[in-house]
């Protein structure tokens, strides 16, 4: 028996390093792919983690964006007119009728309108009773209106005594329909159509009426206007407008990217929700963290052998570093490839109209999430480094 | 190009040295104080280029120890440990390692093959190491796979394979990348008799494949399995961490006086009796 003889192997040639490493890399992943049950149990464990941070974060996310609802749902003002020292949309401290004037006045602005948003209560036939959002917009210009419609006409709402009632909020008011009748506040109101907007922090039913009907129905006293919606002239620079407005009328004029951040900061520090839900959205991450670098290192671990022998066989440790980052990005990217699946399909249902979760799954979290993983990953594999990096091939002959 | 140069490896090809291993005084110790436990004692020992020397002795002797230092996978705490001329010593880890891969070919009793790669894939792998392509790394590997007569198991994992092919296939990996020594720790442990004979009369085979004695390789065999000692050019028996006896094949057949190696070592022709 004879072994072939080739005395000008590429190394001592010189063969490219890269061809060293493709070689090896292959290698790497063939143990890591044919290991099937190992895996499987790499990346389930991954998927999971990364279902975990991605599905806790979307939830997080959602709650927060939720408390904007209001905000989301009224596109038109560039500038939202409030007291200044209101610190989240549903906080507010209503300011007189006269303050709508001021602030058209105000150079740059090209209109000005009231928008009403209290909470008002519908009583049933029952004797039982629902909290509800009562916004009231403009008569005439209609600023503020809903994103949209889904029966009936927007127009009708300028009849007397006429609601129009957010579409998945009917089941809350006992499955109402337009003709239908709602004892608001003890007040009679008409239902004239349905229309679709985004629910509040509170997930209360959102009723839209004309804000003559709404400060009828919740009587506040002098001070009725909750909000005074703005229209920059298209020339004007905004944020001067909202300084003029602020120089001139002593109110507080933001933006609604501004107006979102105060609510969002309110939501997040001023409440237990940021520290109660972050605390989740962290534990969710160590878990993941400790999941996927356990399965790792334990990987790695069993593997140790293989790679003291290869050490044993002349590999170096840069090369074996390599391999070990190459199986953990792969399995990390598979595995989170997998585990967004469910996260975004959770999303998915989580998001139809009327759901009470609203999680929200942006770009943002995604590439989150990957960088999350990464760190677990790359934590789990540090781990493991460490041993291969230290490992004495002598250990092949135990 | 790798790390190790071309103009390095012509010089090991070049150092004109007769001897493939030299020792002196090594000395090891694992672990301090109270509990150290001295597995070299001074050690020195010479092998040739072409030789099959055998290490033999009880269990804790250093055997295990002394093969890792001559080939590199562990550190003497002192002496001198030399392969083909090369002070290990002198080389940092990563030129250690570089010229074990290319100067060093193992075959351990466990086989230590990689479970999840066939056995054509587990025989390339020395030369992947050494940046061989793929393709040509696999063609060389499958003939080393015909050489041990496994040309027809290629694609088979190794857990489908008995112990003696899973040996034939690591003597394959050992020699595929034409090392200059070739270290067998206990290579026939797991085998029973016939294979062990097998499996030796391959290392040998492969050993000596080579007309130009200058070229052949280098074998050092730790064992403890007496049915193979007729292989060995010479015996190196080992007690406490020291050299205790050697005998070359010359000194052998005098030896058949020496009541231990008369009983543990048969004659090739007892040997060979089924």
């Keep these: ?184 506040n003890d007040k009679r109101a008409v239902i004239v159509g349905f229309c679709r907007a985004k629910l509040g922090f509170e997930s209360n039913a959102i009723v839209y009426t004309t804000f003559d009907n709404a400060v009828r129905f919740t009587p506040v006293g002098r001070e009725r206007v909750t909000f005074i919606l703005v229209g920059v002239k298209p020339d004007a620079d905004r944020t001067a407008v909202a300084a003029d407005i602020g120089k001139f009328t002593g109110l507080g004029a933001f933006t609604p990217e501004e107006m979102s951040r105060r609510t969002i900061g309110f939501i997040l520090y001023e409440t237990g929700i940021g520290i109660n839900f972050g605390i989740t959205v962290l534990l969710g991450f160590v878990v993941g963290l400790a999941v996927t670098a356990a399965i790792f290192y334990q990987f790695t671990l069993e593997n140790l052998r293989h790679f003291a022998v290869l050490k044993a066989m002349g590999t170096r440790n840069s090369v074996l570093v390599r391999m070990v980052l190459l199986q953990a990005g792969v399995v990390g990217m598979i595995g989170f490839g997998i585990g967004c699946g469910p996260a975004g399909i959770f999303t998915i249902l989580g998001r139809k109209p009327g759901a009470e979760l609203a999680p929200y799954f942006p770009w943002q979290l995604l590439a989150l999430t990957l960088v999350g993983m990464m760190i677990c990953i790359g934590l789990g594999s540090l781990l493991s480094l460490r041993r291969v990096i230290t490992l004495e091939p002598a250990v092949v002959f135990k | 190009m790798s790390a190790l140069s071309a103009e390095s490896t012509v010089r090991v090809a070049n150092t004109g040295e007769s001897l493939a291993v030299e020792l002196r005084g090594v000395t090891k110790t694992y672990g301090s104080g109270s509990t150290s436990v001295h597995a070299l004692r001074g050690v020195d020992l010479e092998v040739k280029k072409s030789e099959l020397v055998m290490l033999v002795g009880p269990s804790g002797c250093g055997k295990t120890t002394l093969v890792s230092i001559i080939s590199g996978v562990l550190g003497a705490d002192s002496g001198v440990a030399k392969l083909f001329g090369i002070d290990w010593s002198t080389l940092g880890n990563e030129q250690q390692t570089l010229r074990r891969g290319e100067l060093v070919g193992f075959v351990f009793q466990q086989f230590n093959l990689i479970p999840t790669l066939s056995i054509i894939e587990n025989v390339s792998v020395p030369l992947l190491i050494r940046g061989v392509r793929e393709r040509e790394a696999l063609e060389r590997a499958a003939a080393a796979l015909t050489s041990v007569e496994l040309g027809d198991r290629t694609k088979s994992l190794p857990s489908q394979l008995s112990g003696g092919q899973q040996q034939r296939v690591a003597i394959a990996r050992a020699l595929v990348g034409e090392p200059r020594l070739i270290v067998c720790d206990e290579p026939t442990a797991s085998l029973d008799g016939h294979t062990g004979q097998v499996v030796m009369d391959l290392i040998k085979d492969t050993a000596r494949s080579r007309t130009d004695e200058n070229h052949r390789r280098c074998v050092i065999v730790v064992t403890h399995d007496t049915r193979i000692f007729h292989y060995a050019d010479r015996i190196v028996e080992m007690e406490d961490g020291r050299l205790k006896k050697t005998l070359s094949q010359h000194t052998r057949e005098e030896a058949a006086h020496v009541p231990r190696f008369a009983e543990e070592s048969p004659s090739p022709a007892e040997a060979s009796k089924p």
């Design chain 1, 1 to 184: 028996m004879r072994l072939p003889l080739r005395a000008d192997c590429g190394w001592a040639k010189g063969d490219s390093g890269a061809n060293a490493l493709g070689g090896m890399y292959k290698i790497a992943l063939r143990m890591l792919l044919r290991d099937r049950g190992k895996y499987l149990a790499l990346v389930c464990g991954l998927s999971f983690a990364t279902l975990l941070i991605a599905q806790q974060g979307s939830i997080f996310l959602g709650l927060v964006l939720r408390s904007t609802g209001v905000l989301q749902n009224v596109g038109q003002p560039d500038l939202w007119v409030v007291d200044p020292s209101t610190r989240y949309i549903l906080e507010t401290r209503p300011v007189g009728e006269q303050f709508v004037g001021r602030v058209r006045s105000v150079p740059g602005v090209a209109w000005a309108e009231p928008m009403f948003s209290n909470y008002a209560n519908v009583e049933f036939a029952d004797g039982t009773f629902k909290r509800v959002q009562l916004i009231g917009i403009d008569r005439t210009t209609l600023i503020g209106q809903p994103p949209e419609m889904v029966e009936g006409s927007l127009e009708d709402l300028r009849a007397p005594d006429t609601v129009l009632v957010e579409e998945s909020s009917r089941p809350k008011l006992n499955n109402a329909k337009i003709g239908d009748v709602l004892r608001l």
